[in-house]
């Protein structure tokens, strides 16, 4: 492992030494690539550098202990060591982790979908509830977002919701958001004062460049109509929105949350790319579809993967076994410590693998 450091860090510094060439200055292309393998290992370069420091530190203390003939600074160089080796510990820990295989889409933006699942009235409400936290959890992080289609009703609840997080590792993040979330509340609506169980669905979706999904316009058909909702008279006097349909994989999409035609169709573009590039990334998948299904299933309360309890106020993952409370800030989007825990989780589950 120490090997494949050393060798990370003189890539790092060949790196630095090449986009420093004025030739590769000139070379737009050419130094877009440099700086992209560069931020791809640069945390782990920095770690290991920590972890030489640290381990230059331990040998001279050794090398105190082995020479030195005061009693005085044999006794401090034994107290020095215990932190020491106890930092070493921990460096080698990270460095494991920071070495396992890395999915290739965590540096990517993101489409997120949320659909209202099981439960009526209340699921959409669920759903708006989620549309909201993960909108807050992006401004912690100062990541952009973009409404790309909503279809919302008169009680501000959700029937469905796409958009755009734009930010470092908001993949890398939001990945483990994937799935069936689940709600035990008295909603809004029970005048009776009874505890509903409803659902809502959330799917993530790595977004693509350009350059990766080629689609050809012949493979496309375009329908432009009068966006539907709320947005004044202006929705009923332009056709604005539009629906993309992707003919060779029956992929439809529809945005019409932008006044623009041009930037409903650009937006509608960006999910239909990212939805192909799902496609292709899953092996033996022919259709996005099948890779939505892995990750939202049919929406049945008994496919969940967290349990939101309003009157216990408490969050329960149901793919670790964790509960937390504090609700209220969770909702605020403080998602930290349960991404967290998750991520932790899965680390530990490569670690193991790449033990075996």
């Known amino acids: 492992m120490l090997d494949r450091l050393a060798q990370l860090e003189i890539r790092y510094n060949d790196i630095e030494l090449e986009m420093a ?8 292309k050419r130094l877009q690539e440099l700086a992209q393998e560069r931020s791809g290992i640069e945390d782990v370069v920095a770690l290991y550098r920590q ?3 640290i381990e230059k530190q331990h040998e001279d203390t050794l090398y105190m202990l082995e020479t030195e003939t005061d009693e005085e600074l044999r006794t401090m160089a034994k107290q020095e060591l215990v932190p020491l080796e106890s930092a070493l510990e ?6 494991k982790i920071a070495l396992l295989p890395r999915d290739p889409n965590d540096r990517r933006d993101v489409i997120v979908e949320i659909r209202a699942g099981t439960g009526g009235d209340e699921a959409g409400i669920f759903a708006a509830d989620l549309f909201r936290m993960y909108l807050r959890y992006a401004q912690t992080h100062n990541w952009s977002t973009e409404i790309i289609d909503k279809n919302e009703s008169a009680i501000g609840s959700l029937k469905e919701v796409v958009f755009e997080i734009k930010g470092k590792g908001a993949f890398s993040r939001l990945k483990y958001e994937r799935g ?5 509340r008295v909603p809004v609506t029970e005048s009776g004062g009874r505890i509903h169980t409803s659902t ?6 790595p977004e693509a460049d350009d350059v990766e999904i080629d689609i050809n316009p012949s493979d496309l058909r375009v329908d ?3 966006s539907g909702g709320a947005g004044g008279q202006n929705v009923n006097k332009v056709a604005t929105a539009v629906r993309l349909t992707h003919i060779p ?13 041009l930037r409903n169709r650009q937006k509608a573009m960006a999910v239909l790319r990212a939805r192909l590039l799902e496609a292709k990334q899953v092996e033996h998948e022919n259709e996005i579809s099948s890779e939505r299904r892995t990750q939202v299933g049919n929406a049945e309360r008994a496919e969940k993967i967290r349990t939101y309890n309003f009157p216990q106020d408490r969050v329960t993952d149901h793919r670790i076994g964790i509960s937390m409370h504090n609700l ?3 909702m605020d989007g403080g998602l930290d410590e349960l991404i967290d825990a998750v991520a932790a989780s899965e680390q530990a589950k490569l670690l193991e693998s790449e033990l075996v």
Do not use: M, W
């Open 180 to 184: 069936v979330h689940r709600v035990q």
């Open 51 to 53: 972890y030489k420091k």
């Open 21 to 28: 060439n004025p030739d590769t200055i000139s070379d737009v």
């Open 200 to 205: 809502a669905t959330v799917a993530v979706l």
């Open 90 to 95: 921990q460096f080698l820990h990270e460095l």
């Open 224 to 226: 432009i109509f009068h």
């Open 249 to 261: 994989s029956g992929l439809v999409v529809v945005c019409q949350d932008e006044r623009s035609q």
């Open 328 to 330: 209220p800030k969770i």
